[in-house]
């Protein structure tokens, strides 16, 4: 198949077990891998909260020339909700189907920007050492299955 004598039936159906692989043999495999280290229940309660303090200071003056200061703290609290179940297989799946895609096409340089992306969804949690390896170590791997088969899948072409 790799010699280029393999009939476009043979390549279409290599290329599907490739996506299939890709996709769901991957997923269950990263779940499997990552199962032991994935974020303690505090990152994971489903809840998120993110503070800020601002500090304002407002100066009057009143009618007999005396000069006022006032200082003034706002605290902020958002809170927010965490993804629904599954939703990161789902995120993994969609990922490893592009970049296949992306390595079939020769446009490797299209994975900088799938890094990007992904990583800026989820900057605010990265404060949080344990989600933050979870998180590398779940996003290499995937890229790694991915690059390979895409590698694989460009090759029968």
């Known amino acids: 198949m790799f010699t280029g004598n393999a009939s476009i039936y043979e390549k279409v159906t290599a290329t599907i077990c490739i996506f299939i692989l890709a996709t769901y043999g991957a997923g269950y495999f990263l779940g499997i891998l990552l199962q032991n280290i994935a974020p ?51 995120i993994g799946l969609l990922e490893r189907t592009l970049i296949v895609i992306l390595m079939m096409i020769h446009l490797p340089q299209g994975l900088a920007f799938l890094a990007a992306l992904k990583t800026l969804t989820r900057f605010k949690q990265f404060e949080h050492k344990q989600f933050a390896e979870y998180y590398l170590i779940g996003t290499l791997s995937s890229s790694m299955i991915g690059i390979l088969l895409g590698v694989v899948a460009s090759n029968i072409w």
């Open 40 to 90: 303690n229940n505090e990152l994971q309660e489903g809840i998120y909260r993110l503070s800020d303090e601002k500090t304002e200071v407002k100066t009057k003056y009143e009618s007999d020339g005396r000069k006022e200061t006032e200082i003034i703290t706002i605290k902020t609290e958002q809170y927010f909700h965490d993804s629904p179940a599954k939703i990161g297989q789902i």
